[in-house]
């Protein structure tokens, strides 16, 4: 079985390592994301750095990859695959349509602002109005594992095709208690996790984030860490000016600090779901019950789901969300 895994961002890209992780007997070949026709002509034109089509991202695929020991069809031209697995269907370029295709849930998903009203009346513009809001919408799927029940309705909402939807899990967000285990150094800490709307051409007023973050703390050690994406030299200046005795961390892992922290402050970070898994205390942009009703479930087996998911599609046959979800449960 050859099967082609399409990364993008890191949290893409390791959800992507464990799955193939849980294809021992496949032959896994991995990608940076991919594009064709205009978002392609414009991510050589470098006018699309500041997303996983940019350099910056692509270049962290393949070192991750490189590292880790996996094999590498750049593109995805080599074909001959079994199955695709991706993290978005944003952009599905059109030599990859002709095979099964695994969507992945990445983890939260954008508010429903104008671009995804657009996207959902046109679906032809999903390329060019990029919001994870839209994340399903393409139809260019087989076969969409979602992260809980509670993600299923709400992608069916949205307007996915409840036939094509399976509930999984998603690896990464699905055993949090396993970040307990961290050498973290410090403890009960009020921990701010940035975001790169900035980055993504959505408006944040990071001024207001910081203040807010300073007075939930009411004088408990502040960490910030600052998103892989965002320029963190900016940021860094930002918070030396309202917060000057925050501990800033670039490369720290966040699943980890948030294990250590007392309370998490997000905006639209899908770390949000370790924190409401570990039962910290949590603000974040989204109304924190409805977050509740999403929360990815937690057993720790989402990769081996998703597997089961990729066999039986190679294997040509039909898969059903409910019965792979439950029979690979312990």
């Known amino acids: 079985m050859n099967v082609l895994f399409i990364g993008g961002s890191m949290n893409q890209t390791t959800q992507m390592a464990a799955i193939a992780d849980a294809l021992p007997e496949a032959r896994s070949s991995f990608s940076p994301y991919i594009a064709d026709g205009l978002p392609e002509r414009l991510r050589r034109c470098g006018l699309l750095e500041r997303t996983i089509l940019g350099t910056a991202a692509q270049r962290r695929v393949v070192d991750y990859c490189e590292r880790t020991g996996r094999h590498m069809d750049i593109g995805g031209r080599h074909g001959g695959y079994d199955v695709v697995v991706t993290c978005s269907d944003l952009i599905v370029p059109h030599h990859l349509r002709r095979y099964p295709m695994v969507l992945v849930q990445e983890g939260m998903t954008d508010p429903e602002r104008l671009a995804f ?25 087989t076969m969409f594992c979602v992260a809980s029940e509670g993600y299923r309705r709400h992608f069916v909402r949205k307007g996915v095709r409840p036939e094509k939807i399976v509930v999984t899990g998603i690896p990464n967000f699905d055993n949090a208690v396993g970040y307990l285990q961290n050498s973290v150094p410090h403890r009960g800490y009020v921990l701010l996790c940035t975001s790169d709307m900035r980055e993504t051409w959505k408006v944040e007023n990071r001024r207001e984030l910081l203040l807010r973050t300073r007075s939930i703390a009411r004088g408990r050690q502040i960490i910030v860490k600052l998103h892989p994406n965002e320029n963190h030299e900016r940021a860094r200046r930002e918070i030396a000016r309202i917060i000057p005795d925050a501990i800033v961390y670039t490369d720290k892992s966040a699943e980890h600090l948030i294990a250590n922290c007392s309370v998490l402050v997000t905006r639209l970070s899908s770390v949000v779901f370790i924190g409401l898994a570990l039962g910290k205390e949590v603000h974040s942009d989204f109304p924190i019950a409805e977050l509740r009703t999403l929360l990815p479930d937690q057993h720790g087996k989402a990769a081996v ?9 190679a294997q040509g046959r039909m898969v059903t969300g409910r019965r792979i979800a439950s029979s690979a449960m312990p």
């Open 117 to 141: 009203r657009i996207v959902r009346r046109f679906p032809s513009l999903l390329p060019y109005l990029p919001t994870t809001s839209a994340t399903g919408l393409s139809d260019l799927y």
């Open 305 to 313: 789901h998703i597997a089961q998911v990729c066999r039986q599609l």
